[in-house]
T-cell receptor, first 113, second 112 residues
Framework: DAGVTQSPTHLIKTRGQQVTLRCSPI?????VSWYQQVLGQGPQFIFQ???????GRGNFPDRFSARQFPNYSSELNVNALLLGDSALYLC????????????FGQGTRLTVV | GEDVEQSLFLSVREGDSSVINCTYT??????LYWYKQEPGAGLQLLTY?????DMKQDQRLTVLLNKKDKHLSLRIADTQTGDSAIYFC????????????FGKGTKLSVKP
């Protein structure tokens, strides 16, 4: 069975640009969460979507947005990129919205120059 | 302060046991997880424990939970060089809609 897949694996963008990251959850999983992992730190929660609705939002600015599609895949959008947005962006999928194991993808490494 | 705290480094010899420790502050945490991250990779779920359990064993891995002290540990028996990685402790809080709070990770180095 395919695990969580994320695309692209690496990305380089310029300050001020916009970026879209994509995630396909494990088949049958309805919840997708996004995390930002800055070098040397643990992942920080950005969003959770369940059944196409936002169920949780972390402490991130409005430049960050996400959505979930009918097939449960998800996109994370970041506008007006800053140098500080450079990080590994991780997507996690789980069966339900709460208290279930979360399985992570390999991540998208975003570098803002 | 940090919700989840871990020591940053641990070095052991191949064949020894490794014990990675974690403390958390929220007594309402329901699930506690251990993840492994190898260089340049995503997170691999190793094991988890529900907050009403004291211990969970899975092959070489043993998780101990002390709810009174809010202390979680991961013991890796017969540590191998392939176990070298960063290990993250994470908690899932009641009512948090499933988002995980991670520690900064413990870098485990296994010397041959």
């Amino acid at each position: 069975d395919a695990g969580v897949t994320q695309s692209p694996t690496h990305l380089i963008k310029t300050r001020g640009q916009q970026v879209t990251l994509r995630c396909s959850p494990i088949s049958g999983h309805k919840s997708v969460s996004w995390y930002q992992q800055v070098l040397g730190q643990g992942p920080q929660f950005i969003f959770q979507y369940y059944e196409k609705e936002e169920r949780g939002r972390g402490n991130f600015p409005d430049r960050f947005s996400a959505r979930q599609f009918p097939n449960y895949s998800s996109e994370l959008n970041v506008n007006a990129l800053l140098l500080g947005d450079s990080a590994l962006y991780l997507c996690a999928s789980s069966l339900g919205s709460v208290r279930t194991e979360a399985f992570f993808g390999q991540g998208t490494r975003l570098t803002v120059v | 302060g940090e919700d989840v705290e871990q020591s940053l480094f641990l070095s052991v010899r191949e064949g020894d046991s490794s014990v990675i420790n974690c403390t958390y502050t929220d007594s309402s945490s329901t699930y506690l997880y251990w993840y492994k991250q190898e260089p340049g990779a995503g997170l691999q779920l190793l094991t988890y424990i529900f907050s009403n359990m004291d211990m969970k064993q899975d092959q070489r891995l043993t998780v101990l939970l002390n709810k009174k002290d809010k202390h979680l540990s991961l013991r890796i028996a017969d540590t191998q060089t392939g176990d070298s990685a960063i290990y993250f402790c994470a908690e899932s809080k009641e009512g948090s809609q499933g988002n995980l709070i991670f520690g900064k990770g413990t870098k485990l180095s296994v010397k041959p």
